[in-house]
């Protein structure tokens, strides 16, 4: 999906919302076990109960993973579904990928070709040319790692050098290997308070936001500090909207709690004049 | 498997050799094709032939994944013939994962349950609760990614900060999250002239050094400034071992690739008194 698909997306749904299909076996309802894929019955009830609400959609792989083969299968026909049914919707990996130039390339056949995605999360840890090779896919994205949501982030991400935290870093040198249309950002909710300081290295960019809700960061505050003239967010919310209910009506309450956000990135868009 | 045992097998079969099963289907020997599973017959075949000069073996999740669920398939397959044929093999995930906690966990259970890794390669971006999942596990390892062997290490990795590189970082703060007998580093063969400082922070750790061979790194080098008295050294090969022939003998060609390596290592832990 373009930059500009994207941007008029969200102003036709009045969201940023991305729902995170952290579909954990464990976690949905039993009556979904009867399905041969029950993770994928799972997420098409999800997809179709909120995708009113969402301009994307963000499968974790390693939930997908756990589940050998099989979970595999369950990814691709969650992905091949959006595709076919919702086709300007976003589509995320969220799959913390990077490796040798190689072996990324590689990495972006499986997610890119071998898969529909529109973006990766990557981690930058290996530098360049473990990136570059997601980046030449046309209308793809790359979602780099700069500060997270979790705790360890305290561990490396605020190494100083020159007075520069190396999460600003990542975002300072990686503005010079692709533009806004292809890079987007990883920040964490809970970190709120960088995100002045974010927006100063990387104003154009779109930035991906885990965080609000379960691990306690603040819309308000994110949208307040983070958004720009074309919205340049997309904000993540997995768990108060897939795992609210546990019964056959999971998916009208995972759509009732997505349309609440919904409705909250309207006034926010509103607000600040972006609608 | 355990660190003593690791250390006997080394010693047994003379090698701290790694063969890496980057196994690229556009590159192994085309009369494969007609099997069911080629890539899996391709690696049966590599591994039956240089198990006697190999102690480890790594398959990279790159290239299954790029192949779709029957990629994972085929991936699942060598782990299973690796356990069943030669149970004391050390067996490597080079999945380069990471991520908050709860779902670090879902990929320990996939590398570490679902499929009998001994080891996952792991970034260490997000910090400690990205990588302590993986560490709960009896007798399986993290190996940590410290100084890559690509061009792109450059970028973030030599971030210095108080007089210390990021990845002199990495290491000194991820000597806390376990014991030698969990923790592993990756560090490239391109980078031997750091393995001295690299030796002063982790004297007792194993080491997995990429990058001998296609990459450019000296196997003599390597061993001079990284060997410690149990060795500590596992170096990996890929290209130069499986897809040194292309004909219907490439498993023979291979195993006289690794039995020259193996050779060479021999020399080496003898030189230095390890055997």
Redesign the interface.
Known sequence: MSYDALVEKIKEKKSFLCVGL?S?ITKIPEFLYHYEFPVFEFNRRIIDATVKFSVAYKP?L??Y??????G??EL?KTVDYIRKNYPDVFIIA?A??????N??Q??A??FF???DFDAVTV?????????SPFLSYENKWVIL?AL??????????Y???NEEY?FE??LR?SQKWAAKEKMMYVVGATRAEMLTKIREIVPDNFLLVPGVGAQGGSLAEVAKFGLNSNCGLLVNNSRAIIFADKTENFDSVAAQNAKEMQQEMELLLAQYGIL
Chains 1, 2 share one sequence.
């Open positions: 952290d954990d974790n390693a939930f993973e756990s589940l050998g083969n099989k595999w299968i691709e969220d913390k990928r990077g490796d040798i130039g072996t990324s590689l990495y056949k499986a070709e071998q898969m981690a930058p840890y290996m530098g360049e040319d473990s990136v790692l997270t949501s979790n705790k360890g982030a305290d561990d490396f991400q190494t100083k050098e190396l870093k990542v040198i």
